[in-house]
């Protein structure tokens, strides 16, 4: 029961950046422009993060700025991508190694590798916070967790119920009819790109900030790709990524705690886990021909108005 | 030629470790011109841990010897990325190249047969040839002195250690701390979590928590960040450190596992540049004595008496003393080394067992 306890109550801290990360990614995609720089802007925001930590200790100022941080970051992509129409593959790839080198330079020159800081406190609720079992789980979470929720709530009603969400759907699946209509498909890409790469950036606060509260380079783990695999998961959808995540952290948060009570599992079988849970979700995915594989119709290709395809 | 092949493929599966012997007998070498060093690093030279430990000792042998020893960072283990950096030091007069990582191995083996008058130094490779030599320290040792710190602050004989990935290098640390702890309390554990990264704080962190929640009371590791001392600080707990000294991190920190990369160098520099250099076929696997790995020891909660052990343990080690000697039985009951022999480096390199006491998931 203890170890039941422990397992779950960690399992929003684990999934956290991956949700976030997913949802930035499915914002900026459904405006049509593949993002594989998540990997880059996780870095970013981790870095600016730490970096906030270590020099203010104001875990509200770290956020902003990570936030801020990918959003930056993505400004450059975004120049390439949807003013220069550059290849989105290339072009997300670049931003991964520029973060890598960008990131290691700025804590190298500032002396923050390896430093610890103090991070994000957890929320009391009183009575909630005190009842048995899901107390613990449920509500004894730090503020960015609930915030994540809240987020994947507002970006369902932004992206349902909104103008503004109907025209980036509008300028990802047809961006040729919407620009017909006069809605500006560079002004709704940009739009989408920035905010996007702002939540991953908060993600990625939130990895140094909210979870390893240390920065060493190149920290992100990989966790930008996993975030990819998700939201193909999720089919580009707001609520599957979240349960993907979710699943996700379930897993992360289960894997030292088999090892720190010896059960004997394999190693390398338990550390493959969340892969293979990848790997599954995709193939499921894809055999179901039934339903619309999600991807929005003009992802990936650059506007250029009047172009025949 | 492809049994010869096949020989060699299967020689090299069986050892894993600084293997690539019994080619030739080393040929002697010797430099054309003064010994000028150059450094390539695998990650940022403060990254707080494995690079800064060799920069560290960059410097010191550039002051010991009187030289200006150049360091390149960042450059990922990969044949494009090495191979041009090499050659640009070489290009600019540079004669014995220092590497950094096991992942540079094959690249600095053609780099020393295609440029045959330069000397090529290896840190956790495992490539030698007569003009390269790896080198690697014997990490079980100073782990074995930690393991004996952590079993004498525990309170209730259960360690935690966190590890990377469960192959010889690491499981030998593993097993030595526990050894080492047992030497102060005979009845302790040590509960061991690997994480599968080197460099990963948000599951090195994850993995210490978990070890908290069972209940250890010291922890140890062999991952890269001091991030499991970090966790030790917060939980009020004591840690041992790898790499470097730790406690710069970490007040919990009371001993640490460091590099001590100069005390070989600099001898190894000055005999290369004497002439008549001769590889060890195996690359050098340095104990204390000869300068690879020690110990940074100890820290305020260390009583006297358990430091004044800890040392008397380290002098007997420098004096020829074998941690892996016979009879040793590993968990599962299968004899490892039999009474009065001594566990061999192809055997060391490859240790895959854990000795009772560990608990694993292996």
Same mark, same amino acid.
């Given at each position: 029961?203890?170890?039941?306890?422990?397992?779950?109550?960690?399992?929003?801290?684990?999934?956290?950046?991956?949700?976030?990360?997913?949802?930035?990614?499915?914002?900026?995609?459904?405006?049509?422009?593949?993002?594989?720089?998540?990997?880059?802007?996780?870095?970013?925001?981790?870095?600016?993060? %730490?970096? *906030?930590?270590? $020099?203010?200790? #104001?875990?509200?100022?770290?956020?902003? @700025? +990570?936030?801020?941080? /990918?959003?930056? !970051?993505?400004?450059?992509?975004?120049?390439?991508?949807?003013?220069?129409?550059?290849?989105?593959?290339?072009?997300?790839?670049?931003?991964?190694?520029?973060?890598?080198?960008?990131?290691?330079?700025?804590?190298?020159?500032?002396?923050?590798?390896?430093?610890?800081?103090?991070?994000?406190?957890?929320?009391?609720?009183?009575?909630?916070?005190?009842?048995?079992?899901?107390?613990?789980?449920?509500?004894?979470?730090?503020?960015?967790?609930?915030?994540?929720?809240?987020?994947?709530?507002?970006?369902?009603?932004?992206?349902?119920?909104?103008?503004?969400?109907?025209?980036?759907?509008?300028?990802?699946?047809?961006? %040729?009819? *919407?620009?017909? $209509?006069?809605? #500006?498909?560079?002004?709704?890409?940009? @739009? +989408?790109?920035?905010? /996007?790469?702002? !939540?991953?950036?908060?993600?990625?606060?939130?990895?140094?900030?909210?979870?390893?509260?240390?920065?060493?380079?190149?920290?992100?783990?990989?966790?930008?790709?996993?975030?990819?695999?998700?939201?193909?998961?999720?089919?580009?959808?707001?609520?599957?990524?979240?349960?993907?995540?979710?699943?996700?952290?379930?897993?992360?948060?289960?894997?030292?705690?088999?090892?720190?009570?010896?059960?004997?599992?394999?190693?390398?079988?338990?550390?493959?886990?969340?892969?293979?849970?990848?790997?599954?979700?995709?193939?499921?995915?894809?055999?179901?021909?039934?339903?619309?594989?999600?991807?929005?119709?003009?992802?990936?290709?650059?506007?250029?108005?009047?172009?025949?395809? | 030629?492809?049994?010869?092949?096949?020989?060699?493929?299967?020689?090299?599966?069986?050892?894993?470790?600084?293997?690539?012997?019994?080619?030739?007998?080393?040929?002697?070498?010797?430099?054309?011109?003064?010994?000028?060093?150059?450094?390539?690093?695998?990650?940022?030279?403060?990254?707080?841990?494995?690079?800064?430990?060799?920069?560290?000792?960059?410097?010191?042998?550039?002051?010991?010897?009187?030289?200006?020893?150049?360091?390149?960072?960042?450059?990922?283990?990969?044949?494009?990325?090495?191979?041009?950096?090499?050659?640009?030091?070489?290009?600019?007069?540079?004669?014995?190249?220092?590497?950094?990582?096991?992942?540079?191995?094959?690249?600095?083996?053609?780099?020393?047969?295609?440029?045959?008058?330069?000397?090529?130094?290896?840190?956790?490779?495992?490539?030698?040839?007569?003009?390269?030599?790896?080198?690697?320290?014997?990490?079980?040792?100073?782990?074995?002195?930690?393991?004996?710190?952590?079993?004498?602050?525990?309170?209730?004989?259960?360690?935690?250690?966190?590890?990377?990935?469960?192959?010889?290098?690491?499981?030998?640390?593993?097993?030595?701390?526990?050894?080492?702890?047992?030497?102060?309390?005979?009845?302790?554990?040590?509960?061991?979590?690997?994480?599968?990264?080197?460099?990963?704080?948000?599951?090195?962190?994850?993995?210490?928590?978990?070890?908290?929640?069972?209940?250890?009371?010291?922890?140890?590791?062999?991952?890269?960040?001091?991030?499991?001392?970090?966790?030790?600080?917060?939980?009020?707990?004591?840690?041992?450190?790898?790499?470097?000294?730790?406690?710069?991190?970490?007040?919990?920190?009371?001993?640490?596992?460091?590099?001590?990369?100069?005390?070989?160098?600099?001898?190894?520099?000055?005999?290369?540049?004497?002439?008549?250099?001769?590889?060890?076929?195996?690359?050098?696997?340095?104990?204390?004595?000869?300068?690879?790995?020690?110990?940074?020891?100890?820290?305020?909660?260390?009583?006297?008496?358990?430091?004044?052990?800890?040392?008397?343990?380290?002098?007997?080690?420098?004096?020829?003393?074998?941690?892996?000697?016979?009879?040793?039985?590993?968990?599962?009951?299968?004899?490892?080394?039999?009474?009065?022999?001594?566990?061999?480096?192809?055997?060391?390199?490859?240790?895959?067992?854990?000795?009772?006491?560990?608990?694993?998931?292996?």
């Amino acid at each position: 029961m203890e170890f039941l306890i422990n397992w779950l109550s960690n399992v929003p801290q684990s999934a956290v950046p991956f949700a976030l990360a997913a949802l930035g990614l499915i914002v900026c995609e459904r405006s049509g422009v593949l993002n594989l720089g998540a990997e880059g802007y996780l870095l970013v925001g981790a870095n600016a993060g %730490a970096g *906030a930590m270590l $020099t203010t200790g #104001s875990p509200m100022f770290a956020f902003v @700025l +990570a936030a801020l941080a /990918g959003g930056a !970051l993505s400004l450059l992509f975004a120049l390439l991508v949807i003013n220069l129409r550059m290849n989105q593959v290339i072009s997300g790839l670049t931003i991964v190694f520029f973060a890598q080198g960008l990131t290691s330079l700025i804590a190298a020159r500032n002396g923050w590798t390896s430093r610890s800081f103090s991070g994000l406190d957890q929320l009391d609720f009183g009575l909630l916070t005190d009842i048995p079992v899901l107390g613990p789980i449920l509500f004894n979470q730090d503020a960015i967790v609930y915030l994540t929720v809240a987020l994947f709530a507002g970006a369902v009603f932004v992206f349902k119920r909104t103008e503004i969400g109907l025209q980036i759907r509008a300028v990802g699946e047809n961006p %040729a009819a *919407a620009d017909s $209509t006069g809605v #500006s498909v560079s002004l709704y890409r940009y @739009l +989408a790109v920035v905010s /996007g790469a702002m !939540l991953i950036g908060l993600a990625g606060g939130y990895l140094s900030v909210g979870v390893s509260k240390i920065w060493v380079d190149d920290m992100a783990g990989g966790r930008g790709w996993i975030a990819i695999a998700l939201m193909i998961f999720a089919r580009w959808q707001f609520w599957p990524a979240l349960a993907g995540a979710v699943l996700f952290g379930c897993i992360e948060a289960l894997i030292p705690r088999v090892a720190a009570v010896g059960l004997q599992v394999p190693q390398y079988f338990v550390l493959m886990l969340p892969y293979v849970a990848t790997l599954c979700a995709m193939v499921w995915v894809s055999l179901d021909r039934t339903r619309h594989s999600g991807v929005p119709a003009a992802l990936g290709e650059p506007y250029v108005r009047e172009e025949r395809r | 030629m492809k049994m010869k092949l096949a020989l060699t493929c299967s020689f090299l599966l069986a050892l894993p470790g600084l293997s690539t012997a019994m080619a030739d007998s080393a040929k002697s070498f010797s430099l054309a011109d003064d010994p000028k060093p150059a450094l390539v690093l695998l990650s940022n030279k403060n990254d707080g841990g494995w690079s800064q430990a060799l920069d560290e000792a960059r410097a010191k042998v550039g002051k010991e010897l009187g030289l200006r020893i150049p360091v390149v960072e960042n450059v990922p283990e990969n044949a494009a990325a090495i191979r041009p950096t090499v050659e640009t030091f070489i290009d600019r007069g540079f004669n014995v190249i220092i590497g950094s990582a096991f992942g540079y191995s094959d690249t600095f083996k053609e780099l020393a047969a295609e440029y045959p008058d330069v000397a090529f130094l290896n840190a956790a490779g495992t490539t030698n040839s007569d003009n390269l030599q790896s080198f690697y320290g014997r990490t079980y040792q100073s782990q074995y002195l930690c393991g004996m710190v952590a079993g004498g602050l525990s309170e209730s004989g259960k360690l935690g250690f966190v590890g990377a990935n469960p192959y010889g290098l690491v499981n030998w640390t593993v097993n030595a701390y526990l050894m080492g702890a047992r030497q102060i309390n005979p009845d302790a554990t040590v509960t061991v979590v690997f994480t599968g990264a080197w460099n990963d704080p948000v599951k090195e962190r994850a993995a210490a928590e978990a070890l908290v929640e069972q209940g250890i009371d010291v922890i140890g590791q062999h991952v890269d960040t001091p991030t499991p001392q970090i966790v030790a600080q917060e939980k009020g707990i004591y840690g041992t450190g790898h790499h470097r000294d730790f406690s710069e991190f970490s007040a919990a920190t009371q001993c640490s596992s460091v590099w001590v990369w100069e005390r070989f160098l600099a001898p190894e520099i000055e005999e290369i540049a004497a002439g008549g250099w001769e590889v060890e076929p195996n690359g050098a696997f340095l104990s204390i004595a000869d300068g690879g790995a020690d110990i940074a020891c100890c820290g305020d909660a260390v009583p006297e008496g358990l430091e004044a052990r800890v040392m008397a343990e380290r002098e007997a080690l420098i004096d020829g003393k074998q941690i892996f000697a016979g009879p040793i039985t590993d968990s599962k009951g299968t004899v490892r080394v039999e009474e009065g022999e001594v566990l061999s480096d192809a055997d060391l390199w490859s240790m895959d067992w854990f000795v009772p006491g560990v608990v694993s998931q292996q």
